[in-house]
């Protein structure tokens, strides 16, 4: 049996050359490829890009992740990073993604708390590289699962056509003669016919209740699904708490894949469980030609995990749901707003906007300021902060809104000086990440203080 190549590289960092060596079937694949061309059954990106489809030409602005963002990209001849954390292999070799604001060479304490915050639960993988090639990947798809569970069941319980067979005094349906002379000689009253009923106790559904029984068997699975307690209720409810034979099961849905566009969360969610009943990741490591993992976009990560701190005193506009969409402009001619804006965070009294940055401190700029610009005029609002994680010391960096005309000279051929405009708030901070932690409980009682010093600062109660 061949060994696994494994590696790790960190999001939005240039990748050595060595690493590349290391991985080069996985590099070839990966380099330059979008994640829409490599999208397949056992690649699971998350958000998905797929999730939105308004018919709006704007569409890409409005997502989290697109399809075509890449997992490595060539830049000025050298092979960097993507914006995507996560797992993901080809045949042999495996790489794990971590997230920048980790020191090279240490635990990636922050990826584990960002996941742990966002799935709600705690503790929840093991991103290690020297352990079991699989156990990433096994951590990450299984404690994925409440998350594409919760999406499906926006959409309402999954219902498709199926055929009864009845026998019955009250036919509601063709008679099936040939099934009702074998039953029904000599002939005491019921007639045999069939019947087409619209239905949520499908293949489709039993087969999420025969994955949430295999999770609620496993350590740690009644705590994991804690989550989605009322979803796992729903499902129950409708297929009344039974599955068929699971072998049958995957079969069926195998060859019966979800394809209505209205249900595409269903798909996934579909994929999802055929994976961890079939426990692919005993195969997957090893021969398949096929790219496997699960990616997590790093931005939507730490916007969610920000809305766990900011939940309820800010609202949380979502761009992927179109979940409390706001408007620049109003049409009087057509009667309709124009110019739909997602700012990340609102808080109406006072007015604040807050817009989250997955990116340093150096790198907010340009159009970052452009639009938090926009959203301050658009919401008559004075304060406006910028969150962003923090490797160094948790620290502020005000901004002051100039006035006037920079590039028109007085009468003595010097500069207007412009007057500053002090009434407005406009703050960096930073959330500081710990990069020096033992252990992961010693990292999460030190994010513990760096919320609370961030909540304070923006007159939140903390906890």
Not at 36 to 54: I, R
Not at 245 to 253: A, F, G, K, S, T
Not at 285 to 314: C, H, K, M
Not at 404 to 409: E, M, N, R, T
């Amino acid at each position: 049996m061949s060994s696994v190549a494994r590696a790790s590289i960190r999001d939005n960092n240039p990748v050595a050359p060595a690493t590349l060596a290391q991985l080069p079937e996985l590099a070839a694949v990966l380099t330059d490829r979008t994640l829409g061309q490599l999208k397949g059954d056992d690649l699971f990106v998350f958000p998905a890009f797929d999730a939105v489809d308004s018919g709006d030409p704007n569409a890409a602005d409005q997502q989290d992740l697109t399809a075509d963002q890449k997992v490595l990209f060539t830049k000025q001849r050298q092979v960097w990073a993507g914006n995507v954390m996560g797992f993901i292999g080809k045949g042999d070799e495996q790489l794990m993604i971590t997230s920048r604001f980790v020191r090279p060479g240490r635990q990636d304490h922050f990826f584990q708390y960002l996941l742990a915050k966002v799935l709600g639960t705690p503790n929840v993988v093991d991103l290690s590289t020297t352990g079991s090639a699989q156990r990433p990947l096994v951590d990450l798809l299984r404690y994925s699962f409440p998350l594409y569970l919760r999406r499906a069941l926006r959409k309402g319980l999954y219902k498709t056509y199926i055929r009864r067979e009845e026998n019955e005094a009250a036919v509601r349906g063709p008679i099936d003669v040939a099934r009702h002379l074998r039953q029904n000689t000599p002939f005491l009253g019921n007639v045999a016919y069939s019947r087409r009923e619209l239905t949520a106790d499908n293949h489709v559904l039993q087969l999420v209740q025969a994955t949430i029984d295999m999770l609620v068997g496993q350590a740690g699975g009644r705590k994991l699904l804690a989550s989605v307690s009322d979803e796992v209720a729903l499902v129950r409810e409708a297929v009344g708490g039974r599955h068929g034979d699971v072998r049958q099961l995957i079969n069926v849905n195998q060859q019966r894949p979800v394809m209505h566009a209205y249900y595409r969360e269903y798909r996934d969610l579909q994929r999802l469980c055929l994976l961890l009943l079939q426990h692919r990741q005993i195969q997957l490591g090893l021969g398949t030609r096929q790219v496997y993992g699960i990616l997590f976009d790093g931005a939507w990560l730490w916007e969610e995990y920000l809305n766990s701190l900011l939940a309820p005193a800010f609202m949380h506009p979502r761009n992927n749901s179109k979940k409390l969409k706001q408007f620049l402009f109003f049409d009087e001619e057509t009667g309709r707003n124009k110019g739909s804006i997602f700012p990340d965070f609102i808080r109406d009294a006072p007015r604040v906007i807050v817009d989250a940055k997955y990116k340093p401190y150096g790198n907010i700029g340009g159009r970052d300021y452009q639009q938090m610009l926009a959203y301050l005029l658009r919401f008559e609002s004075r304060h406006g902060y910028y969150l962003y994680p923090e490797q160094g010391t948790q620290l502020e960096h005000p901004l002051l809104v100039r006035q006037g005309l920079d590039a028109v000279p007085d009468e003595s051929g010097r500069p207007d000086p412009s007057a500053i405009q002090h009434e407005w708030d406009l703050d960096r901070i930073g959330l500081h990440i710990p990069q020096d932690c033992a252990d992961y409980p010693a990292f999460e009682a030190a994010m513990a203080t760096s919320e609370a010093q961030l909540k304070r600062r923006l007159g939140l109660p903390i906890d």
